[in-house]
């Protein structure tokens, strides 16, 4: 039943500060990913966590006993990688049987542990092929099965998904979740890919220049960003240069031609300073009447149906363009004008940051 | 539109086996055309064979009225972007926008002019005098693209160009490829096996699966009218149910052994109602409802929700229905109220469920179970 603690964990690799004093609790039984732009730091902590580099400085617990010195097959855990490391000139029952086997069980034990390991993966398939005669997708639950058949509880995955093509990604994401909470796994998953951590994990830890910049649900990550860089690079939002104005105990976003109510300000901005609203293209409510608070009538510049959601392209008034998805069975033209409410804990506001707006919303 | 690129019944084998087989469609001047589908359909083959790298078995390629069938690559006026690109490393970005533009004879002002402008688009005159090992992936992509569109081909070919990078910077260039195609007024054919890029991209999508385009259309005509089952599982997140038609008359579908699992649909084909075996039914996740209307149009379900999953600012609700004999997918905007944990009410219109022959289940390349 593994629980996983980092503490002050800081690594160098020459000039490059790869981490830098990170602090992290995952919790037994849960699913968490690391998300962040390549060159992040969240590999190299995985990879920490794993004892495949040992960190300059700090510890990581697994169940509360430090690892230090612990090499990584006594570390209880199950790596799988990105490029699918299977063993090629064995059989795909041979390769989850090898772990066991290593351990020095009996063939017969070792052989009863791969097939039932490779049953609870479900993958149902004659056991005497070889990994290059299966899918992608299929020979990374094998690698799973393979993790499980040394009765690891701990399963760090290392982009486990990168290798294989966007529809298969979407199966095998559900199916991992599945898996690992059906055993009552930990997980640890690493991910540049934002859709793919939010939709699978229980935590997600948003890293960036070998920093924890935010860590919480899917859901906070969303509609709670504690900087414009989590507003932006997990999931989308549209960002606004505007004017901080502060009344009645609330923020607005003065952006000239309108102004809106934000209710999501995680640091406090003075009044009549430039500031950056963020708003995602779901906050964006379609009304009929222009009573409610946070309204506005802008005019749709384009309007693409996907499924129940409208895709529109909109202009707020001073010519802003902004994204909107909106579900709704209307037929909406480009061209026409209609109201839109953005809810007010649905507008994020923050400080103009010190580096730049690009600099802080650069993907890097 | 008139027709920019004719390409009739292409065929191509490979020891024996039919990559392609007898693939058929044209592309309008300037269309953004892309061709979506999964690993192994052949969309690379096909785009090869449009640039000349490859020679079809049989079949007829023209370009801008042109037969370019015996026409090798650098003379059928395209500028082609493989899945793998290189650049050269011992030149500067300029060096490898320019370089290709010399070695057509663009007079030296003119390419230069040519050059300036394309960088300036793609965000890259700054890094102009970088080398390529000095930039990151998504700038190296860029340079690759910017090579490809210097050119000036009228038709440009491209091979999975945005898959390489990371998902956010890959979804920040989709953006700026259309406009900058758009602007230029290139005819495109884009290669893909991801559904997101196609809907962003393309003016018409052909869906293709085992050498053969299945259907092409825009992508709402695909999403509505989906000719098979696998578009319209490739196209949208699907509950693919295996059933059995129960009542043939009053329609009713649903498991032979679980009672509790019945639903009506609207329309049978009556090739499949003849049957009266199994069948596939189909149900989008977005087609389905909590605590749906009682009206008789709505199949209704006591379910269980297994989980709540997060997905933008959507949910994606496990549903476990009949004790878990059956489970259903819901993809919703506004329920965000729903738990796991809570007992509800599900429910699907008789007209939202689309229902396929059963040999059409092999169609899907990763199936549930």
Known sequence: MPRVDVVNVSKNFGAIQALSR????????SYVCFLGPSGCGKTTLLRIIAGFIEPDEGDVYIDGKSMKGIPPEKRGIGFVFQ???????????DNVSFGPEVRRWSYKDALKAALSCLEKVRVDLDHSIYPMEVSGGVAQLVSIARALAVKSKLLLLDEPLGALDPKMRIYMKYRLREIVKSFGLTAIHVTHDQDEALSIADKVVVMRRGKIIQTGSPKELY???KSLFVAYFVGEANIIEVVARYSDGSYIADGGGFKLVCGWVPNPIEEGRRAVLAVRP????????????????VEVSSAKRIGRLLHLDILLPGSIHVKAKIKSDANIEPGSKIYVKIPEDRCFLYPYPKEGLEEEISPV | MD????VFDIWKFYSGRAILKGVSFEVGKGEYFVVLGPTGAGKTTLLKILAGIVHPDRGEVSIGGRSVIDVPPEERGIGYFPQFFNLFNHMTVWGNVYFPLLVRDVDAFEAEKICREILSLMHLLDRADSYPYELSGGMRQRVALARALATGAELLLLDEPLSQLDAKLSVELRRELKSIAKSLGRTVVHVTNNVEEAVELADRIAVM???CIVQIGSYEELRRKPRNLFVAYFLSDANILRVHILDPYNRILG???????????ETLREDILKDKGEVIAYIDAEDIKIDPPTDSGWNVFDAFVEEVLFHRGEYVCIL????????????????SWVEAGLRVKVGFKASDVHVYDVSEYESIPYREG
Do not use: Y
């Open chain 1, 22 to 29: 990170v602090n992290l609790t995952v919790d037994d039984g």
């Open chain 1, 83 to 93: 490029d699918i490391a299977l063993f090629p000139h064995m059989r795909i029952v």
């Open chain 1, 223 to 225: 509609w709670k960003p």
């Open chain 1, 282 to 297: 779901e906050a964006f409510r379609i009304i009929d009447q222009p009573m409610e608070k946070n309204t506005l009538r």
């Open chain 2, 3 to 6: 027709s920019f690129l004719k």
């Open chain 2, 209 to 211: 699966n085992d050498g």
């Open chain 2, 255 to 265: 498991s032979p052994t679980e009672n509790c699992f019945k639903f009506k649909v």
């Open chain 2, 320 to 335: 476990k229905v009949c004790g878990g004999a059956v489970k259903l997918r819901m993809k919703s905007m506004d329920e």
